[in-house]
Protein backbone atom coordinates (compact mmCIF):
# COMPACT_ATOMS: atom_id res chain seq x y z
CA UNK A 1 0.00 0.00 0.00
CA UNK A 2 1.37 3.47 -0.88
CA UNK A 3 2.30 5.28 2.48
CA UNK A 4 -0.16 8.55 1.50
CA UNK A 5 -3.37 6.07 1.42
CA UNK A 6 -2.07 4.44 4.19
CA UNK A 7 -1.88 7.93 6.27
CA UNK A 8 -5.69 8.77 4.93
CA UNK A 9 -6.73 5.41 6.01
CA UNK A 10 -5.36 5.84 9.37
CA UNK A 11 -5.72 9.16 10.19
CA UNK A 12 -7.94 12.12 9.67
CA UNK A 13 -5.79 13.34 7.02
CA UNK A 14 -6.88 13.57 3.50
CA UNK A 15 -4.72 12.32 0.74
CA UNK A 16 -3.49 15.29 -0.06
CA UNK A 17 -2.80 16.75 3.38
CA UNK A 18 -1.06 13.45 4.08
CA UNK A 19 1.59 14.36 1.08
CA UNK A 20 2.47 17.78 3.17
CA UNK A 21 2.78 16.11 6.67
CA UNK A 22 5.84 14.17 4.98
CA UNK A 23 7.13 16.96 3.25
CA UNK A 24 7.27 18.78 6.86
CA UNK A 25 9.34 15.39 8.00
CA UNK A 26 6.62 14.28 9.99
CA UNK A 27 6.14 10.83 9.06
CA UNK A 28 8.34 7.94 9.75
CA UNK A 29 8.67 4.32 8.87
CA UNK A 30 10.50 1.78 10.61
CA UNK A 31 12.26 4.68 12.38
CA UNK A 32 13.06 6.69 8.94
CA UNK A 33 11.82 10.06 8.21
CA UNK A 34 10.23 9.16 4.64
CA UNK A 35 9.27 12.05 2.58
CA UNK A 36 8.17 10.41 -0.76
CA UNK A 37 3.97 9.12 -0.63
CA UNK A 38 4.72 6.35 -3.22
CA UNK A 39 6.41 4.33 -0.69
CA UNK A 40 5.60 1.02 -0.11
CA UNK A 41 4.18 0.01 3.76
CA UNK A 42 3.59 -3.50 4.22
CA UNK A 43 1.62 -5.27 7.15
CA UNK A 44 5.27 -5.52 9.08
CA UNK A 45 5.63 -1.67 8.45
CA UNK A 46 6.37 0.42 11.64
CA UNK A 47 4.49 4.15 10.21
CA UNK A 48 4.15 6.83 13.20
CA UNK A 49 2.87 10.27 12.30
CA UNK A 50 4.05 12.81 14.59
CA UNK A 51 5.59 10.28 17.11
CA UNK A 52 2.59 8.54 17.24
CA UNK A 53 2.30 4.61 16.03
CA UNK A 54 -0.42 4.33 13.46
CA UNK A 55 -2.34 0.62 12.46
CA UNK A 56 -4.35 -0.10 9.87
CA UNK A 57 -8.39 -0.52 11.12
CA UNK A 58 -9.08 -3.89 9.52
CA UNK A 59 -12.60 -4.96 8.29
CA UNK A 60 -15.56 -4.88 10.35
CA UNK A 61 -19.09 -6.50 10.54
CA UNK A 62 -21.45 -5.09 12.25
CA UNK A 63 -25.39 -5.08 13.63
CA UNK A 64 -27.54 -2.06 14.80
CA UNK A 65 -30.82 -1.40 15.69
CA UNK A 66 -31.32 1.40 13.68
CA UNK A 67 -33.95 3.96 15.61
CA UNK A 68 -36.48 6.24 13.96
CA UNK A 69 -34.92 9.61 12.86
CA UNK A 70 -31.63 8.44 12.01
CA UNK A 71 -30.36 8.17 8.00
CA UNK A 72 -28.43 5.25 6.16
CA UNK A 73 -26.72 8.07 4.15
CA UNK A 74 -22.98 8.77 4.15
CA UNK A 75 -23.44 12.49 3.74
CA UNK A 76 -25.07 15.45 6.31
CA UNK A 77 -28.38 15.43 5.87
CA UNK A 78 -31.86 16.85 8.61
CA UNK A 79 -30.70 13.94 10.42
CA UNK A 80 -28.47 11.97 12.33
CA UNK A 81 -26.29 9.15 10.29
CA UNK A 82 -26.11 5.60 11.18
CA UNK A 83 -22.25 5.58 11.60
CA UNK A 84 -22.57 8.06 14.42
CA UNK A 85 -24.18 5.68 16.54
CA UNK A 86 -20.98 2.90 16.33
CA UNK A 87 -18.54 3.72 18.56
CA UNK A 88 -15.59 2.54 16.44
CA UNK A 89 -12.31 4.05 14.56
CA UNK A 90 -13.46 5.57 11.01
CA UNK A 91 -17.00 4.44 11.58
CA UNK A 92 -17.96 6.93 8.87
CA UNK A 93 -15.95 4.49 6.36
CA UNK A 94 -18.52 1.66 6.96
CA UNK A 95 -21.54 1.47 4.55
CA UNK A 96 -24.95 0.34 5.17
CA UNK A 97 -25.65 -2.91 3.56
CA UNK A 98 -28.99 -1.92 2.19
CA UNK A 99 -30.25 0.93 3.70
CA UNK A 100 -33.58 2.15 5.58
CA UNK A 101 -35.68 5.00 5.36
CA UNK A 102 -35.50 7.75 8.18
CA UNK A 103 -38.59 6.90 9.95
CA UNK A 104 -38.24 2.67 9.55
CA UNK A 105 -36.37 0.71 12.69
CA UNK A 106 -34.96 -2.52 12.84
CA UNK A 107 -31.71 -4.29 11.22
CA UNK A 108 -29.06 -2.65 9.45
CA UNK A 109 -25.86 -4.10 8.77
CA UNK A 110 -22.66 -2.26 8.20
CA UNK A 111 -19.25 -2.87 7.03
CA UNK A 112 -16.21 -2.01 5.10
CA UNK A 113 -16.08 -5.65 3.38
CA UNK A 114 -17.46 -4.03 -0.07
CA UNK A 115 -17.56 -8.03 -1.28
CA UNK A 116 -19.09 -9.15 1.40
CA UNK A 117 -21.69 -6.38 1.11
CA UNK A 118 -22.53 -7.12 -2.99
CA UNK A 119 -23.36 -10.91 -2.22
CA UNK A 120 -26.16 -9.63 0.40
CA UNK A 121 -27.72 -6.91 -1.94
CA UNK A 122 -26.93 -8.23 -5.29
CA UNK A 123 -30.24 -9.13 -6.91
CA UNK A 124 -28.66 -12.58 -8.00
CA UNK A 125 -28.95 -13.55 -4.77
CA UNK A 126 -32.63 -12.87 -3.85
CA UNK A 127 -31.59 -12.25 -0.17
CA UNK A 128 -34.97 -12.40 1.86
CA UNK A 129 -35.25 -9.31 3.80
CA UNK A 130 -38.94 -9.81 6.71
CA UNK A 131 -40.37 -6.49 7.74
CA UNK A 132 -42.83 -5.92 10.55
CA UNK A 133 -45.83 -3.40 9.16
CA UNK A 134 -47.92 -1.30 10.60
CA UNK A 135 -51.10 0.12 8.54
CA UNK A 136 -53.36 2.99 9.11
CA UNK A 137 -56.22 0.91 8.74
CA UNK A 138 -57.76 -2.72 9.21
CA UNK A 139 -56.57 -5.26 6.50
CA UNK A 140 -58.99 -7.92 6.69
CA UNK A 141 -61.05 -11.01 4.81
CA UNK A 142 -61.42 -11.20 1.63
CA UNK A 143 -59.36 -8.08 1.36
CA UNK A 144 -56.38 -9.66 2.98
CA UNK A 145 -56.84 -12.47 1.17
CA UNK A 146 -56.42 -10.82 -2.39
CA UNK A 147 -53.62 -8.55 -0.60
CA UNK A 148 -51.71 -11.78 -0.09
CA UNK A 149 -52.19 -12.99 -3.48
CA UNK A 150 -51.48 -9.84 -5.23
CA UNK A 151 -48.08 -9.63 -3.35
CA UNK A 152 -47.49 -13.12 -4.31
CA UNK A 153 -47.84 -12.31 -8.18
CA UNK A 154 -46.37 -9.01 -7.88
CA UNK A 155 -48.16 -5.64 -7.61
CA UNK A 156 -47.15 -2.80 -10.04
CA UNK A 157 -45.64 0.32 -8.71
CA UNK A 158 -46.43 3.96 -9.05
CA UNK A 159 -43.19 4.99 -11.71
CA UNK A 160 -42.54 1.41 -12.67
CA UNK A 161 -42.63 -0.29 -15.64
CA UNK A 162 -42.51 -3.73 -14.11
CA UNK A 163 -44.06 -5.50 -11.24
CA UNK A 164 -42.95 -6.35 -7.90
CA UNK A 165 -40.68 -9.81 -7.48
CA UNK A 166 -43.16 -12.67 -5.58
CA UNK A 167 -43.61 -11.32 -2.05
CA UNK A 168 -44.68 -13.38 1.05
CA UNK A 169 -47.16 -11.22 3.20
CA UNK A 170 -48.76 -12.78 6.13
CA UNK A 171 -51.15 -10.74 8.21
CA UNK A 172 -51.07 -10.88 12.08
CA UNK A 173 -53.89 -9.04 13.32
CA UNK A 174 -56.01 -6.23 11.30
CA UNK A 175 -53.42 -3.46 11.20
CA UNK A 176 -50.54 -5.95 11.51
CA UNK A 177 -48.50 -8.08 8.55
CA UNK A 178 -45.46 -9.84 7.90
CA UNK A 179 -43.80 -9.26 5.05
CA UNK A 180 -41.05 -10.86 3.22
CA UNK A 181 -39.22 -9.39 0.16
CA UNK A 182 -36.44 -10.83 -2.23
CA UNK A 183 -35.16 -7.23 -3.71
CA UNK A 184 -35.43 -3.69 -2.44
CA UNK A 185 -36.83 -0.98 -4.49
CA UNK A 186 -37.08 2.12 -3.46
CA UNK A 187 -39.63 2.72 -0.30
CA UNK A 188 -41.20 -0.77 -1.99
CA UNK A 189 -43.15 -1.88 1.57
CA UNK A 190 -44.97 1.28 1.37
CA UNK A 191 -45.62 1.76 -2.25
CA UNK A 192 -46.84 -1.63 -2.14
CA UNK A 193 -49.15 -1.44 0.80
CA UNK A 194 -50.09 2.04 -1.38
CA UNK A 195 -50.42 0.03 -4.43
CA UNK A 196 -53.63 -2.10 -3.11
CA UNK A 197 -54.99 1.21 -0.97
CA UNK A 198 -53.14 0.83 2.24
CA UNK A 199 -50.98 3.47 4.12
CA UNK A 200 -47.95 2.38 6.55
CA UNK A 201 -47.91 4.01 9.49
CA UNK A 202 -44.65 2.18 11.01
CA UNK A 203 -42.17 -0.50 9.41
CA UNK A 204 -39.71 -2.96 11.07
CA UNK A 205 -37.27 -4.69 9.72
CA UNK A 206 -36.36 -7.83 11.34
CA UNK A 207 -33.53 -9.71 9.52
CA UNK A 208 -32.04 -10.04 6.40
CA UNK A 209 -31.54 -13.30 4.91
CA UNK A 210 -30.20 -15.52 8.21
CA UNK A 211 -29.22 -13.00 10.20
CA UNK A 212 -32.16 -11.42 12.76
CA UNK A 213 -31.63 -8.58 14.91
CA UNK A 214 -30.49 -9.40 18.52
CA UNK A 215 -33.21 -9.42 20.98
CA UNK A 216 -30.89 -7.18 23.44
CA UNK A 217 -30.26 -4.79 21.02
CA UNK A 218 -32.19 -1.88 22.24
CA UNK A 219 -32.58 0.52 19.72
CA UNK A 220 -29.92 2.85 18.88
CA UNK A 221 -27.43 -0.09 19.91
CA UNK A 222 -24.94 -2.09 18.35
CA UNK A 223 -22.69 -5.19 18.19
CA UNK A 224 -20.19 -6.96 15.97
CA UNK A 225 -21.61 -9.93 14.08
CA UNK A 226 -20.46 -13.27 14.67
CA UNK A 227 -18.28 -15.30 12.76
CA UNK A 228 -20.76 -17.34 11.64
CA UNK A 229 -23.23 -14.66 10.76
CA UNK A 230 -20.41 -13.51 8.67
CA UNK A 231 -19.67 -16.42 6.90
CA UNK A 232 -23.74 -17.15 6.39
CA UNK A 233 -23.54 -14.89 2.79
Known sequence: MRLDKFLSDTTDLTRSLAKKAMHREEVMVDGVVVKNPATQVGTDSKVSWLGQ????????????????????????GLYPLAHELI?????????????LDVDTTGLVLMTDDGQWSHRITSPKRRCEKVYEVTLAESLQGEEAQQAVEAFQEGVLLDGEEQPTKPAKLEMLGPQKARL??????Y????????????????LHRA???????????????????????????
Open 180 to 185: VLIEGK
Open 207 to 233: SIGPIELDVALAPGEWRHLSEEEIAAF
Open 53 to 76: TLALVGTRYVMLHKPAGVECSARR
Open 87 to 99: DLPKAERMNTVGR
Open 187 to 202: HQVKRMFAAIGHHVTA
